[in-house]
């Protein structure tokens, strides 16, 4: 019966059917990327909240301290970075839920393929559209805080290096939560310590630059944050991830 | 190289509750699985274990003889797993979900594939459709569409039929068999009764039943 014609047939075909485990990563992150891209230009406005935020909080300052040119100038690095700071940890709650809820993400962590790079893909999605438009958006605020015109490209800078690390520290904790129904407080409560290196040296790096020191210091101290980020948070987000799921 | 997922004295406990104890199972190529129970018998969780999702459970998982530990990569460059929530992201278009599928199995883009694969599960005419706006079977049918455009031999699907239309059952059986006929293998829970063929083979879940294998 072994030798028999149907079963050498079958066993051929099992063979052909078998897979190892292959490359791809590199198709499989692109995907990612694009899909995460797609998914947020359709839902624009989760894309414009944060910016919204960020424009009403800053508005709403002046008209609430005073319109003396000199006191704002003096709060509004502390103030711009606090405000943008809020903004990108308001988006970050939705970074994996959606995925959650129609079992996009159980399929996600099944893949054959390595998921912290997945994760760092949908990470740098986050930031590419809510970190960086935040970055860019903040000069322009800037202007409305009487900041001095000399620190605009410091503000920028400083914010686009920092918005980063917020993104990815901040989807660790996402990560974490995406199980709980209501896991928005939790959330803030378990990233903003680890926002607070980056504040204080993304703060400072624009008040650097308003008094003419040297920015050079904070803002590598930024990108070493950054760095030390990158390596370490896809590992967390993905064994966050996993932690979330198997609960 | 043949496909064989063991399990042994697989036991789960839920609230102070065990779903299943010293459950011992044996999957070889060209079978299919259907677990069966009543509802909250454990057979969604017994299939996340079995797909390696859940950590939480005593006993051992084998792959090809190996622990299940070892292999996972191996295991899951095997697997197509479909679970109670379809996995279809409504803002994108069925061809755009399906994209992404291919793209995460590590299949080359293959646009043509895709037009195949939704065609294969009826849905020629809805494929520039976001699929938010399609129905929950239609949904379901994009779900299907994976196993079409993603050539794994260890399926995993649970309650596949749900929202299916019945010429769509009838299409699935249709292919779950052709799949265990070309040495692939099936684990499937639903509560549609099957159509009795050799390779099928039931597995009972019962409220904390001990000895529910065969």
Same mark, same amino acid.
């Given at each position: 019966?072994?030798?028999?014609?149907?079963?050498?047939?079958?066993?051929?075909?099992?063979? @052909? &059917?078998? %897979?190892? =485990?292959?490359?791809?990563?590199?198709?499989?992150?692109?995907?990612?990327?694009?899909?995460?891209?797609?998914?947020?230009?359709?839902? %624009?406005?989760?894309?414009?909240?944060?910016?919204?935020?960020?424009?009403?909080?800053?508005?709403?300052?002046?008209?609430?301290?005073?319109?003396? =040119?000199?006191? &704002?100038?003096?709060?509004?690095?502390?103030? &711009?970075?606090?405000?943008?700071?809020?903004?990108?940890?308001?988006?970050?709650?939705?970074?994996?839920?959606?995925?959650?809820?129609?079992?996009?993400?159980?399929?996600?962590?099944?893949?054959?393929?390595?998921?912290?790079?997945?994760?760092?893909?949908?990470?740098?999605?986050?930031?590419? &559209?809510?970190?960086? =438009?935040?970055?860019?958006?903040?000069?322009?605020?800037?202007?409305?805080?009487?900041?001095?015109?000399?620190?605009?490209?410091?503000?920028?800078?400083?914010?686009?290096?920092?918005?980063?690390?917020?993104?990815?520290?901040?989807?660790?904790?996402?990560?974490?939560?995406?199980?709980?129904? @209501?896991?928005?407080?939790?959330?803030?409560?378990?990233?903003?310590?680890?926002?607070? =290196?980056?504040?204080?040296?993304?703060?400072?790096?624009?008040?650097?630059?308003?008094?003419?020191?040297?920015?050079?210091?904070?803002?590598?101290?930024?990108?070493?944050?950054?760095?030390?980020?990158?390596?370490?948070?896809?590992?967390?987000?993905?064994?966050?991830?996993?932690?979330?799921?198997?609960? | 190289? +043949?496909?064989?997922?063991?399990?042994?004295?697989?036991? $789960?406990?839920?609230?102070?509750?065990?779903?299943?104890?010293?459950?011992?199972?044996?999957?070889?190529?060209?079978?299919?699985?259907?677990?069966?129970?009543?509802?909250?018998?454990?057979?969604?969780?017994?299939?996340?274990?079995?797909?390696?999702?859940?950590?939480?459970?005593?006993?051992?998982?084998?792959?090809?003889?190996?622990?299940?530990?070892?292999?996972?990569?191996?295991?899951?460059?095997?697997?197509?797993?479909?679970?109670?929530?379809?996995?279809?992201?409504?803002?994108?278009?069925?061809?755009?979900?399906?994209?992404?599928?291919?793209?995460?199995?590590?299949?080359?883009?293959?646009? +043509?594939?895709?037009?195949?694969?939704? +065609?294969?599960?009826?849905?020629?005419?809805?494929?520039?459709?976001?699929?938010?706006?399609? +129905?929950?079977?239609?949904?379901?049918?994009?779900?299907?569409?994976?196993?079409?455009?993603?050539?794994?031999?260890?399926?995993?699907?649970?309650?596949?039929?749900?929202?299916?239309?019945?010429?769509?059952?009838?299409?699935?059986?249709?292919? !779950?068999?052709?799949?265990?006929?070309?040495?692939? $293998?099936?684990?499937?829970?639903?509560?549609?009764?099957?159509?009795?063929?050799?390779? !099928?083979?039931?597995?009972?879940?019962?409220?904390?039943?001990?000895?529910?294998?065969?």
């Amino acid at each position: 019966m072994p030798n028999s014609d149907p079963h050498l047939a079958r066993e051929t075909d099992a063979v @052909r &059917l078998f %897979r190892e =485990p292959e490359g791809g990563a590199g198709v499989a992150i692109r995907a990612t990327l694009k899909r995460d891209l797609l998914l947020l230009m359709r839902r %624009r406005s989760e894309v414009l909240n944060p910016l919204v935020f960020f424009a009403l909080v800053i508005t709403l300052f002046p008209i609430g301290i005073s319109p003396d =040119p000199e006191l &704002l100038a003096t709060i509004a690095p502390g103030l &711009l970075w606090v405000a943008a700071l809020l903004a990108a940890l308001l988006s970050l709650d939705s970074l994996f839920r959606s995925d959650f809820e129609d079992g996009s993400l159980e399929q996600l962590l099944l893949s054959p393929q390595p998921l912290p790079a997945l994760a760092l893909a949908k990470v740098a999605v986050h930031w590419l &559209l809510t970190g960086l =438009p935040l970055a860019l958006m903040a000069p322009v605020l800037g202007i409305m805080l009487a900041l001095p015109a000399g620190s605009y490209a410091v503000l920028a800078l400083s914010l686009a290096l920092g918005s980063a690390s917020l993104s990815l520290i901040g989807a660790i904790g996402a990560a974490l939560t995406v199980g709980l129904s @209501r896991g928005g407080v939790l959330l803030s409560l378990l990233v903003l310590p680890l926002y607070i =290196p980056v504040l204080i040296f993304g703060a400072g790096a624009v008040q650097a630059a308003i008094f003419g020191e040297g920015v050079a210091a904070h803002l590598a101290i930024l990108g070493a944050l950054l760095a030390v980020a990158l390596i370490l948070a896809p590992w967390a987000i993905a064994a966050s991830l996993r932690i979330s799921i198997n609960g | 190289m +043949s496909l064989r997922l063991q399990a042994r004295k697989l036991a $789960c406990e839920r609230d102070d509750r065990w779903l299943f104890r010293d459950l011992d199972l044996d999957i070889h190529a060209g079978e299919i699985v259907r677990v069966e129970g009543p509802n909250g018998s454990g057979k969604t969780t017994l299939l996340k274990i079995l797909s390696g999702q859940l950590a939480d459970f005593d006993g051992e998982l084998y792959w090809n003889e190996h622990p299940m530990r070892r292999t996972r990569q191996d295991f899951l460059a095997n697997l197509l797993y479909l679970g109670h929530a379809p996995g279809v992201k409504a803002a994108l278009t069925p061809l755009e979900n399906l994209a992404w599928y291919q793209a995460l199995a590590g299949e080359p883009d293959d646009e +043509s594939a895709r037009f195949a694969a939704l +065609s294969a599960v009826g849905l020629v005419g809805f494929e520039d459709l976001p699929a938010g706006q399609l +129905s929950a079977g239609q949904q379901r049918r994009v779900a299907l569409a994976r196993l079409e455009l993603i050539p794994r031999p260890l399926w995993v699907l649970d309650e596949p039929f749900t929202a299916i239309d019945r010429d769509g059952v009838a299409d699935l059986e249709a292919r !779950l068999a052709a799949h265990a006929r070309r040495g692939g $293998c099936v684990l499937v829970t639903t509560h549609h009764e099957l159509a009795d063929t050799p390779a !099928l083979r039931r597995i009972r879940l019962g409220q904390g039943a001990r000895d529910a294998e065969l």
